[in-house]
C-alpha cells in the first residue's frame, strides 16, 4: 500500500499531523477546484467568442465592485461602528454590521433591477418582466431590515446586563 496514490498521501498526512478537520478541507477545496476547472475547461464549448468576452467583463467589473468599493466599505463602516458604538457587545456589533451588509448588497442587487426596468420603457417591451415596485420593496426591506436588528440588538444587550448584573452580584 506505500507505493499507492492513497499510501503517499495517508503517509504525508501523518508526516503532517493532519487533523480531520484539515483534511476534510483540503478534500473539499480539490472538489471545488475541480468543479472550477471543469466549468473552465468547458466554457469555450459552450458560449461564442463575444459571450466569452462579456463573462470575462462581468467577472472583472464584479472584482472591481467586491474589492475596490464593497470591502473597504465594509471595512470602514465596521471601523466607524465600533467608534460610535462602544458600549455595545461585540455580538450587537456585528448584528448591526451584519444588517447593513445585507442591506447593502440587496440594493445593488435592487438597482440593477430599477435600472433594467428604467431601460425597458414604459410600457415595457415584455409585460411579464421588471412588473413589481422595486423601490417599494427596497424601502420595505430597509424598515424589516432596521426593525429586526433592534430587535435583535436589544435583545442581546438585554441579556448582557442581566448576565453582569448576576455575575456583581454573587
Do not use: C
Not at 48 to 64: D, F, K, M, T
Not at 122 to 129: F, G, M
Amino acid at each position: 500500500m506505500r507505493g499507492t496514490v492513497l499510501g503517499r498521501i495517508k503517509a504525508t498526512m501523518n508526516r503532517m499531523q493532519m487533523t480531520r478537520t484539515t483534511a476534510v478541507r483540503l478534500g473539499l477545496g480539490a472538489f471545488g477546484a475541480a468543479g472550477i476547472g471543469y466549468g473552465l475547461l468547458s466554457l469555450p464549448t459552450q458560449l461564442h467568442l463575444a459571450e466569452l468576452v462579456g463573462l470575462a467583463a462581468w467577472l472583472a467589473a464584479a472584482l472591481l465592485l467586491h474589492d475596490g468599493i464593497l470591502v473597504p466599505m465594509t471595512t470602514l463602516t465596521g471601523h466607524w461602528l465600533r467608534r460610535v458604538t462602544p458600549g455595545l457587545t461585540a455580538l450587537s456589533q456585528a448584528l448591526i454590521r451584519g444588517a447593513l451588509l445585507l442591506g447593502a448588497v440587496l440594493t445593488l442587487i435592487v438597482a440593477a433591477l430599477l435600472m433594467a426596468q428604467q431601460a425597458a420603457g414604459n410600457p415595457p417591451v415584455n409585460a411579464t418582466v421588471l412588473h413589481d415596485n422595486y423601490a417599494l420593496k427596497l424601502g420595505i426591506l430597509w424598515l424589516a431590515l432596521v426593525v429586526l436588528t433592534a430587535a435583535a440588538v436589544a435583545a442581546v444587550e438585554h441579556h448582557a446586563r442581566r448576565t453582569r448584573r448576576q455575575i456583581t452580584r454573587s
